[in-house]
Nanobody
């Protein structure tokens, strides 16, 4: 079973910033498209952003211009920089690795809370 590792969670005030990281095994990191999903209470899990092995990125409209997804190939780690956070960004965030176009390998999920 392949496991992605996401340390910590976070509490931040509206308008603040938070960074998430996700470490993946070398074989997964180098080959697969990686991404971040989130799930708010009572809502479906939604795709936030993803990045190809070549570094091409794509974002959900709700976070475009505020979130940035990157990957560090040397550290086998993916990041999500979240700026100008809003209360509606509160959710459990999951990192994932896509296989054959579907999210297949998951991190354990960490809580991000945006509240004053």
């Amino acid at each position: 079973q392949v496991q992605l590792v996401e340390p910590g969670g976070g509490l931040v005030q509206p308008g603040g910033s938070l960074s998430r990281s996700c470490a993946a095994p070398g074989s997964i990191f180098s080959m697969y498209r990686l991404g971040w999903y989130r799930q708010a209470p009572g809502k479906l899990r939604e795709l936030v952003a993803h990045i190809t092995s070549g570094g091409i990125t794509n974002y959900a409209d709700a976070v475009k211009g505020r979130f940035t997804i990157t990957r560090d190939n040397a550290k086998k780690t993916m990041y999500l920089q979240m700026n100008s956070l809003k209360s509606e960004d509160t959710a459990v965030y999951y990192c994932t690795a896509f296989r054959f176009g579907a999210p297949t390998y998951w991190g354990q999920g960490t809580q991000v809370t945006v509240s004053s």
